[in-house]
Structure formats: structure tokens, C-alpha cells
């Protein structure tokens, strides 16, 4: 019966294939669709663990969140350093990671900030920051590199590097003569660590001390030494990390910078403002997994079209096969037997697609986006949907197994052609 | 079986298609004896084909009663009528008789993987299937090399209505139901064709009801009758 079935496809093939591609990209898009969703949000909840209070200027949650941590957008205000010394100096706190954004080199954040960071920065699972080689920044000048930014510049231990100001690829006032050296090179993280140049908070303050009002001042070029014996100490910086040496007093601490009278701040719980970031990128993932649903939706059409369209010149071989003694049941049978092995081919070949698309498209994005796409076999959420669409192509073919299996009772053994 | 009982059967049988006005069948009494040989005459539109729907077990009568092998028709529902056509009736017909897709041998085959009954009858003669496949490509004058020929497509005409009759004569059924199967040969070949089906036939001992309209052939058959001449419905 199946043998059947299977010869009259090969019989059909090129029909037969249009429908197995149909199915083959849908089930690709929406397996596409649902390992990107899923990436990204693993990729996001991963950047940051062990903070327990993000500080900045008072905006929304989600801004802080995005432009401290994700390094998308850019900071409404700074933050004093008076205020920076009071949050330090909360009995609560155990450690504080300062951050300074605002400059870039080729393209890639420059990001200042102090030793804590490589101490208490946390990604993933609790993961620190490691080294690929080199050390920390010691020196003013000194600069420790995302393996991103090594990788796509390559650039090697000991390179000169000149840091601009702005945030912008091209086009910008480059610092030239504060040239930078490269002191450590991290290892992957998979999260925007990679992609950023660190460098000291007195380093941030080096590449501005011959610029007034953020222009360069005419001429004035002042020796690297002399600015060392400056005192680099910053007025402000963009946000603060805090670790503290309780969760339990993570309220109290928030409240303490929320009502703090100096300066308008903003704390925020990294998880609680991720989700909230959630429900707002959800519509966007709602509408996106509309769109795949639909997506597959079109491709059953297309399988019930290519299976009915065919019926009517198959109805010679349905009448051969009813007097050769198939009863209306087995034509019925070889119909759905047809759309599901349709539908089946039709899944691997997009699970095939998929994984090809994924293994030639990680790199794109991960440049692109620094959305590190994992390589990994189809969860449970995938087999549901992979399940769903099969029983949906048995469903479909039960449509024109149905016509078939009335034509084959009606046209009896009258050969119609 | 009881062999003094007819092969066929039909006892004042009235057919009307679902949406006609008026019976096109009206059979008094007709009836085929075992291993008898009868040419059916009748223009086209006489209502030949749906007479042999109703032996077929195909379509059922409105009133009346077919007896065929000694089963009665009307007592098989759906199913049973399917496996009861399947058990005892090779059909030819026309033309496009065979699956594109199949090979000869898949094709002659297709009725022993519906019927155990034909598949048991095969094997209870001590023939493989392949062996009784070969030996009917062989008494139907094909070279048995033909059995593995992949498209069916590649035959003439000839020779795949050959091949139908041997997918009919597989299992041996005790009728043989063939539907004009000679309309698309020329001369020469219809004769030979029906040689061919008598001889198989004969060694099967099965009857065998021949319609056409080309009465030029009726002459070797055991009886010869007219449509007409039995179905006393009026066709406008």
C-alpha cells in the first residue's frame, strides 16, 4: 500500500515538489523565527548576572538597562561623582562597577570603567571575564579589548591604538595624540563585552584633556607624560554596577538612590527591567510568530492545492485501483498517506534549510547584531511545532482524500478522463 | 460453488440513475453459466456499462436481485462488496488499464495485494507469484523479460491490454468482466487478443462476459445477445 503510494509520488515528483518545498520553508522560517526569539532572549538574560542595582541618571528602566548593559542608545545624563562616592560609601554595597560611555574606536564602544569590572563583572552563569592574553589596564593609556573587536581589527598585545570621540563608525575627530596601547585581549563572552574597548576611567579623562566644550582646542596637543601627572580623577560617569553584600537589602538600597536628594537617580533590578523589556518586545515577537504561523498556514494550502489539482487527471488511477480491488478506504488511505509523507519530507528538508541558513547566517549576525546564534537540535518547542505541522499536513490531506475517496465511489468503474 | 448454479444471475432488476426519470435497466432474467462465454451487443449509451457496474457489485439495483458465484449482491454492504469484486472478478476495460508507475509485474500483481483469496489461489497451485506472473506474461504472448520492465508506458497499446487481461486472470476468478478491452487494436491484433483470453480462460475455468459493439467478433463466443434483447427499459 505505501509502495503504492510512494511510486505514485515519484510518478508526481516535480508537483510533489513544489509542495515539499512550500513545506520545507515554512517549517525553515518558522523554525528560523523561533531560534532567534529564543537566542536573543537567552543572549540578553545572559549578558548580565550577579549585578544586583543598575544606577544611572533617572530615565525609564528599560533605556538604563539598554544602554548600560546592552550598549544600545545612548545616556540622557550622567551621573556626578560626589554621587558615585555616597553610592559607594552605602554599608550595603559590596562592590561598584563604574561605567563611562560616550567614545568610540572604529565602530566599537570605548567603555571606562575600573578594575571591578574585571573582578565582579558577571555574564551568564555567573561566569566572569577571562583573559585571552595580557592583563588588566595598570597605565593611564593602557586599554583591554573585546575579542570581537581584537578578532575583526586585528589587532595583537602591545598595538597602538587611537580612541575618537563620539560613538559614530567614520567621520569622527579622532584623539589622535593620545594614542592607546593594548594591554589585554578577553576571551569570547557572547554577550557586547565582546565588542567593546575598555579602558580606565582616567584614560576616558586623558582623551579629553585638550578638548573644551567638546571640541578640540586649536594647537594644543599636550604631552602623554604630562597628562599622567594630571589628576584624571572624573566628574562624572554614565552608570554604575552594584554588587551587594546582601540580596535581601536590594529594596531598601534601590529606595535609598531612588530618593537620593543630591541628584535625580535611577536604580533598577537588571531582571525586573528585562522583563519589562519583554512585554514590550513581545508584541514584536507575537506579530513575528503571526507571521511564520501564516507562513505555514499558506504552505498547507499549497499542499492541499497540489494534492487537488493532481486528483482530477489521478482519477484514471484511482478507477484502475478500484477495480483492481482497492476499496474507497485504501484510496482514502494512499491520500493521507501521500500528504503526510509529503508534509514529512517537506519538515526535514526545512529542518535541513534551517540549520544550513543558521550555519551560513551566525556569522552575519553575530557581526551585525552581536547576536550569538548556538548551535543545538530542536527542543521541545520545536518537535511541538514540527508535530503540530505534521498533524496539520495529515489534516490537510484528509481534504482531497475525501474528494477522491467520493470521486472513487461515484465514478465507479467508469474510467473518466 | 455449486456448478449446476449459474455464474450470474439477475432476477427482475430495475437501475435508474440518481437523478434519472426513468429505469435504464430493466432486467427480467438473465444469467451466465460457469465457464460460458457471452458476447454483449449494444450501441453505446445502452446502458452496457452500468450492467456490468451492477455485476461488479459496483452500483446496486433499486429493486431486484443479482446473484453472482452464488453470493447475493444486495446482502455485501460497502466493504464487503469492495473484497467480494476483488475475490471474484477480473475486469479489463477499454484502455489506460494499468498504473503508469507500476512495473508489468507490480501491475499484474496489484489484485494478490487485495485479495488474499487470488493471492492463496496462486500459491495453493505451488507457483510463486512471480513463476504465475511470468507464466501469464507468457500465454499472453509477451517475453517474460517484460516482467521487470519499469514504465508500463513503453508497451503499445497491445500489449498493456494483454497485460490487464493477465491482471485479470491472476487468482484465477471465476469472471471475467472485460469492457470493450479490443476498442483500441486494430484487427489483426482483436482476434489474436481474444484467443489469447479464451485459452486463459479456459485453463482457468472461469466465464467471461465480452462487451462491444463490434458484433464481428461474437462469432466465437458460446452465445451472443443484444442489450436489447434483455433490458426492456425504454432508452430515449
Not at chain 1, 513544489?18 to 520545507?24: F, H, K, M, S, Y
Not at chain 1, 538574560?45 to 542595582?53: A, F, I
Request: overall charge neutral; charged content about 20%.
Amino acid at each position: 500500500m505505501f509502495s503504492l503510494a510512494l511510486n505514485s509520488l515519484r510518478n508526481r515528483w516535480s508537483t510533489a515538489l513544489l509542495a515539499v518545498l512550500a513545506i520545507a520553508m515554512s517549517v525553515a522560517l518558522i523554525m528560523s523565527v523561533e531560534k532567534i526569539r529564543r537566542d536573543a532572549r537567552s543572549s540578553f538574560t545572559q549578558t548580565v548576572s550577579g549585578t544586583d542595582l543598575i544606577v544611572g541618571a533617572r530615565s525609564g528602566a528599560v533605556q538604563l538597562l539598554l544602554y548600560s548593559v546592552f550598549r544600545i542608545g545612548n545616556a540622557t545624563n550622567n551621573i556626578s561623582w560626589e554621587s558615585v562616592e555616597d553610592v559607594m560609601a552605602n554599608p550595603a554595597v559590596d562592590w561598584v562597577i563604574p561605567i563611562s560611555l560616550g567614545d568610540s574606536h572604529k565602530g566599537f564602544r570605548v567603555l571606562g570603567t575600573s578594575q571591578n569590572y574585571f573582578t565582579h563583572y558577571r555574564y551568564g552563569d555567573k561566569r566572569s571575564i577571562e583573559f585571552a592574553g595580557g592583563q588588566p589596564f595598570d597605565d593611564v593609556f593602557d586599554a583591554v579589548l573585546g575579542a570581537d573587536v581584537a578578532a575583526e581589527l586585528n589587532y595583537q598585545l602591545g598595538d597602538s591604538i587611537v580612541v575618537a570621540h563620539g560613538t559614530g563608525r567614520v567621520g569622527l575627530v579622532a584623539h589622535e595624540n593620545q594614542p592607546f596601547r593594548v594591554s589585554g585581549i578577553l576571551k569570547p563572552t557572547g554577550t557586547p563585552v565582546d565588542r567593546a574597548v575598555h579602558v580606565s576611567l582616567e584614560g576616558i579623562e586623558a582623551m579629553h584633556v585638550d578638548w573644551r566644550n567638546g571640541a578640540q582646542v586649536r594647537g594644543a596637543a599636550t604631552p602623554a607624560d604630562e597628562i599622567r601627572a594630571m589628576n584624571l580623577q572624573p566628574k562624572a560617569v554614565t552608570a554604575l554596577m552594584v554588587g551587594l553584600k546582601s540580596r535581601a537589602a536590594v529594596f531598601r538600597v534601590q529606595r535609598a538612590i531612588n530618593t537620593y536628594r543630591e541628584e535625580p537617580l535611577l536604580a533598577i533590578l537588571p531582571g525586573v527591567a528585562l522583563q519589562e523589556l519583554w512585554n514590550l518586545i513581545r508584541v514584536a515577537e507575537k506579530a513575528l510568530q503571526g507571521v511564520s504561523i501564516c507562513v505555514v498556514f499558506a504552505g498547507l494550502v499549497n499542499l492541499i492545492s497540489v494534492l487537488l489539482a493532481g486528483l482530477n487527471e489521478r482519477r484514471r488511477e484511482m478507477a484502475v485501483l478500484r477495480s483492481a480491488g482497492a476499496r474507497p478506504a485504501h484510496i482514502f488511505r494512499l491520500l493521507c498517506f501521500e500528504s503526510v509523507t509529503l508534509t514529512l519530507v517537506g519538515i526535514v528538508a526545512g529542518l535541513v534549510l534551517h540549520y544550513t541558513a543558521m550555519a551560513i547566517g551566525a556569522l552575519y549576525i553575530q557581526q551585525n547584531y552581536g547576536l550569538a546564534l548556538t548551535w543545538a537540535l530542536p527542543n521541545r518547542t520545536d518537535w511541538t511545532i514540527l508535530g503540530a505541522i505534521l498533524i496539520a499536513g495529515l489534516f490537510a490531506g484528509t481534504i482531497p482524500a475525501l474528494q477522491a475517496y467520493r470521486a472513487s465511489l461515484s465514478d465507479g468503474l467508469s474510467q473518466r478522463l | 460453488m455449486n456448478p449446476t448454479s449459474p455464474m450470474v444471475a439477475l432476477n427482475q432488476v430495475r437501475y435508474q440513475w440518481p437523478n434519472g426519470k426513468q429505469p435504464v435497466l430493466s432486467i427480467d432474467d438473465f444469467s451466465i453459466d460457469a465457464s460460458e462465454r457471452v458476447f454483449l451487443q449494444g450501441p453505446s449509451g445502452s446502458g452496457k456499462t452500468t450492467l456490468l457496474s451492477l455485476i461488479a457489485a459496483v452500483l446496486t439495483p433499486q429493486s431486484g436481485s443479482i446473484h453472482v458465484d452464488g453470493c447475493e449482491l444486495n446482502s455485501l454492504r460497502g466493504g464487503q462488496r469492495d473484497q467480494f469484486r476483488v475475490d471474484h472478478i477480473g475486469l479489463v476495460f477499454q484502455q489506460f488499464n494499468l498504473l503508469p508507475f507500476l512495473s508489468v509485474k507490480d501491475n499484474i500483481q496489484l489484485p494478490c495485494r487485495f485479495s488474499k483469496a487470488r493471492l492463496a489461489k496462486v500459491t495453493d497451485s505451488g507457483k510463486s507469484l512471480n513463476e504465475e506472473t511470468e507464466r501469464l506474461l507468457v500465454a499472453m504472448q509477451l517475453s517474460p523479460e517484460k516482467i521487470n520492465e519499469v514504465s508500463v508506458s513503453n508497451l503499445s497499446v497491445g500489449q498493456q491490454q494483454r497485460v490487464a487481461v493477465a491482471r485479470a486472470l491472476i487468482g484465477r476468478p471465476p469472471l471475467i468482466i472485460a469492457d470493450e478491452p479490443t476498442s483500441a487494436l486494430d484487427s489483426d491484433t482483436r482476434e489474436a487478443f481474444i484467443k489469447l483470453l479464451f485459452d486463459e480462460a479456459d485453463a482457468a475455468q472461469c466465464a467471461v462476459l465480452f462487451v462491444s459493439h463490434d458484433a464481428s467478433l461474437a462469432s466465437v463466443f458460446d452465445r451472443k445477445l443484444n442489450l436489447r434483447e434483455i433490458n426492456s427499459a425504454q432508452i430515449s
